[in-house]
């Protein structure tokens, strides 16, 4: 679809493309994947962790329920101090 210069849909179609070529060759962007990835495997532990661990600690360890909420605490809290140390 040709579009008029200005048109919404013509810049939106224009803003795509750099896009959708990055996503459609991700070996031509090594550092993409790469971030793309450990991004993924990342967090998805961390949500797994999130999940698992009240059974785990109520459950198998027989703790109370208030530990598990001050280790999830000290974990997420710890994430983004650890970040803050690492980028310096």
Do not use: K, N, W
Request: aromatic share 14%; charged share 10%; proline share 7%.
């Amino acid at each position: 679809m040709i579009g008029i210069a200005g048109d919404a849909r013509t810049a939106r179609y224009r803003g795509l493309v750099p896009h959708a070529r990055q996503l459609s060759s991700p070996a031509a962007f090594p550092l993409f994947s790469r971030l793309h990835f450990g991004g993924a495997f990342t967090s998805t532990s961390f949500y797994a962790y999130l999940t698992a661990s009240p059974f785990i600690f109520t459950q198998i360890l027989h703790r109370p329920a208030t530990e598990v909420g001050r280790y999830c605490l000290a974990v997420m809290s710890g994430v983004p101090i650890g970040s803050f140390a690492a980028s310096r």
